[in-house]
C-alpha cells in the first residue's frame, strides 16, 4: 500500500478503510497467484460498512461522494489490485442504485442491498452484441407474476460471488436493442452455467469468466429509468474515475517500491547522491501527472452531480472517455518507469521490490473495456462536440 504518495485525493470522511486496505495487501499474492476471488478484503468491506457507503443514507446507506470513494479505491488499488477493482466495480453499480432507484417498488430493494451489505455484480455485454454494452439481445419475459431473462454474458466479474448480478436487457421482447433496462438479479433466484475460464495474465483476482444468466424474479426487480440514461449519467463516469483511482493506486504501489530502493542506495553512499535519484525523479512528474488526471476528473464528476442535470454534456462524456484512455496508458508508463528503476530486484519475483503482480496487472486496463472500441465512440461524439459550451 501506498505510504508516501503526492498530494493525496480528498480524505474520506467517515470510510474508514484501514481494516479492508490490510486485509487486502495481507492476501494480495496468495489472490494473484490462485486466480481467486478476494474474500478478506470484501469481507472486511462488509464489516467496516464499505458496501452501502455509496448507496443514500435515508435508505441505509451512507451517501459517501465520489471523491470518497474514489480514495479508498485508490488505497485498495495499492494493496490488491483485484480487490481494489471489486470495489469499484461493486460502487459502480450501488451508484446507479443511488441515482436511479429510490423510488417506487424498487426503493425497498435498494434499502435491503444496503441494510445486507450485499455485493453488487455486473452483466452489460452479451456474447452476440461484441461488447456493445448500448445495445441487447436478450429481453426481459414476463411469466405470471414474475419476470424472466437468460442471458449469455462473455464475462461477468466477480458473478459467482456476488449476492446481486445488475443485468441489462431489453425492455421487452418486442423492443428493438438499444431500448434497455437494468434488472437486478438476485443469487438465490438466479442460475449461472459457466461457459469460460478466468486464466489472465493479470487482474485475476475479479474472477470474470463468461456465464449463461438465467433469472426468475420480481418485475420490481427492473429500475424504472431507461438504461441509457442511467449509463451515462452514472455507469460510465463512475466506472472511469473509480477505475482510474485503482490503476493509481497501482501507480501508487510501484513507485513506493522505487523509492525504497532509491533510499537504500543512498544509505550504502552517504553523502552522494545515487544515479537512481534522477531516475526517481522523472518518474514523480508521471506519477504527478497521472494524480492530476485522475483529481481533475473527479471534480468534474462532482460538479456535474451537484448541478443536479439528468443528461450529461458531450463535453463531459469526452472527458470521461479520455480519463479512461489516459489513465489505462499512465499506469503502464508508471509502473514499467518504477521496474526499470529497481532493475533486477524489481524483475524477481522473489524480491521485496518485485514488480510483476503489478505490471501484470498494469497492462489490464487497456483491455478491460477496449481503448479502441472508446476512441471508436470519442471518433462519433467529436462530430457533435462543439466546444466547452
Known amino acids: 500500500m501506498t505510504t508516501e504518495s503526492t498530494t493525496e485525493l480528498a480524505q474520506p470522511a467517515g470510510l474508514d478503510s484501514t481494516a479492508a486496505v490490510a486485509a487486502a495487501a495481507a492476501a494480495a499474492a496468495d489472490v494473484d497467484r490462485e486466480a481467486r476471488f478476494p474474500h478478506e478484503a470484501v469481507a472486511a468491506m462488509r464489516a467496516a460498512g464499505l458496501l452501502s457507503a455509496s448507496l443514500p443514507a435515508d435508505l441505509g446507506g451512507r451517501s459517501a461522494s465520489i471523491t470518497e470513494l474514489a480514495h ?57 452484441t461484441g461488447g456493445d454494452t448500448g445495445s441487447s439481445t436478450c429481453a426481459v419475459v414476463p411469466d405470471g407474476d414474475a419476470i424472466v431473462l437468460e442471458k449469455n454474458a462473455p464475462v461477468i466479474s466477480y458473478g459467482a ?112 547522491t545515487p544515479p537512481q535519484a534522477a531516475k526517481l525523479a522523472d518518474l514523480l512528474v508521471l506519477h504527478q501527472r497521472f494524480e492530476s488526471s485522475v483529481a481533475t476528473e473527479l471534480r468534474r464528476y462532482e460538479d456535474f452531480l451537484a448541478s443536479g442535470e439528468d443528461e450529461p454534456t458531450i463535453g463531459f462524456a469526452i472527458a470521461m472517455n479520455n480519463l479512461k484512455l489516459d489513465t489505462s ?61
Not at 444496503?114 to 452476440?128: D, G, K, Q, R
Not at 427492473?222 to 477505475?243: C, F
Request: glycine fraction near 6%; charge should be positive; aromatic fraction near 6%.
Open 72 to 128: 479508498v479505491a485508490r488505497k485498495l488499488g495499492a494493496a490488491c489490485s483485484s480487490a481494489g477493482m471489486v470495489f469499484a466495480m461493486h460502487h459502480t453499480q450501488a451508484l446507479s442504485l443511488r441515482f436511479h432507484a429510490t423510488e417506487g417498488p424498487v426503493a425497498a430493494l435498494t434499502r435491503r442491498i444496503a441494510e445486507t451489505e450485499a455485493l453488487l455484480a455486473s452483466s452489460t455485454t452479451e456474447i452476440t
Open 161 to 272: 460471488y456476488a449476492d446481486y448480478i445488475c443485468t441489462t436487457a431489453r425492455r421487452s421482447a418486442e423492443s428493438p436493442p438499444t431500448d434497455q433496462v437494468l434488472v437486478l438479479c438476485p443469487q438465490d433466484e438466479t442460475e449461472l452455467e459457466q461457459t469460460s475460464q478466468w486464466d489472465t495474465l493479470g487482474f485475476r483476482g475479479t474472477c470474470s469468466p463468461g456465464f449463461l444468466l438465467r433469472t426468475r424474479t420480481s418485475p420490481d426487480h427492473v429500475v424504472p429509468v431507461p438504461y441509457s440514461t442511467i449509463s451515462a449519467h452514472t455507469m460510465l463516469p463512475s466506472s472511469h474515475t473509480l477505475w482510474g483511482s485503482v490503476w493509481l493506486g497501482i501507480a501508487d504501489a510501484a513507485v513506493d517500491k522505487a523509492r525504497v530502493q532509491v533510499r537504500s542506495a543512498a544509505r550504502r553512499t552517504p553523502g552522494q
Open 329 to 389: 496508458l499512465a499506469v503502464v508508463d508508471v509502473v514499467a518507469g518504477a521496474l526499470a528503476l529497481t532493475g533486477i530486484n524489481g524483475y524477481r519475483e522473489d524480491h521485496a521490490a518485485s514488480m510483476g503482480r503489478l505490471l501484470r496487472d498494469a497492462y489490464g486496463p487497456q483491455v478491460m473495456v477496449s481503448n479502441d472500441r472508446i476512441r471508436a465512440n470519442n471518433s462519433k461524439l467529436v462530430l457533435a462536440y462543439r466546444g466547452r459550451a
